[in-house]
């Protein structure tokens, strides 16, 4: 099962992917400006091994893309809206090999650069076992840590919805920890594929990526004023704002 919820209005829908760790809750800011705004249907997801969506026996980029084909809005055009792992799948199925047609990709905060350290500390804790808490508290504690949803960033408690589950030993949280084994995967390469036009974006203190690094793979990098590594959390209008600009360049959202 993939957990996921429809709404909006509009000839277009965009599509939100969370990023590791976190679920769609985290778009809950992005979502309610959608609303107001009518301007756009909209889709957002849990991912594979995340949230209310099932756990898969491994996960890839590819795992993560394929499992959202059947869930594909059926008409109008398609924008993505990915955050940190959720651009990597975004640029997955923007490259035709999944049946689905993409109009435009807008990438916040991934992380592009995997030196050896970080791609063993990715490995690491895919290998860890699942660990229990005993108090909810605790388990919320470790899932702000884990998605990056710090209480000064994200003090709503429907921003951290299916972020843990309870159990018969106590409070866990809800993503298989196998996922991080997605890190590594050559962001240049899914750029290169994909037929989508893409915008791409950082939080001005994003300690993940740079704007140099964003700058390697598309013209402008947009820089996001008082935001970090979550800013479609922190900053949900900036990034409402260029995804109308995305849209806006496209053309015409009909076709």
């Not at 919820?5 to 990023?19: K, S």
């Not at 990597?88 to 995997?114: D, S, T």
């Not at 106590?170 to 899914?190: E, M």
């Not at 700058?215 to 109308?244: F, K, S």
Request: net charge neutral.
């Amino acid at each position: 099962m993939m957990w996921n919820a429809r709404g909006g209005t509009g000839h277009c829908t965009v599509v939100l992917l969370h990023g590791m760790g976190a679920t769609a809750a985290a778009w809950e800011g992005v979502r309610q400006l959608l609303d107001a705004r009518a301007m756009v249907r909209w889709l957002t997801v849990d991912l594979s091994g995340h949230g209310g969506s099932d756990w898969q026996q491994d996960y890839s980029v590819g795992q993560l893309a394929a499992a959202l084909v059947p869930l594909w809005p059926e008409a109008g055009a398609v924008f993505v809206v990915g955050h940190s792992v959720g651009v990597y799948v975004a640029l997955a199925l923007a490259g035709g090999g999944f049946g689905v047609r993409v109009r435009g990709v807008l990438g916040i905060g991934p992380k592009i650069a995997w030196p050896p350290a970080d791609l063993a500390a990715a490995h690491e804790l895919a290998a860890r076992p699942l660990r229990w808490y005993p108090a909810e508290a605790e388990a919320v504690l470790r899932y702000r840590r884990v998605s990056g949803l710090s209480a000064d960033i994200a003090p709503a408690p429907q921003t951290l919805a299916r972020g843990i589950v309870r159990g018969a030993d106590g409070w866990r949280l809800a993503q298989d920890p196998r996922t991080f084994a997605v890190a590594g995967a050559s962001f240049g390469s899914l750029v290169a594929s994909a037929s989508a036009r893409l915008a791409l974006a950082r939080g001005a203190s994003d300690p993940m990526v740079t704007a140099e690094e964003l700058r390697a793979h598309v013209g402008e990098a947009h820089t996001i004023a008082n935001a970090g590594h979550n800013a479609h959390v922190e900053q949900p209008a900036a990034v409402v704002a260029l995804l109308e600009r995305l849209i806006h360049d496209c053309g015409s959202p009909d076709h």
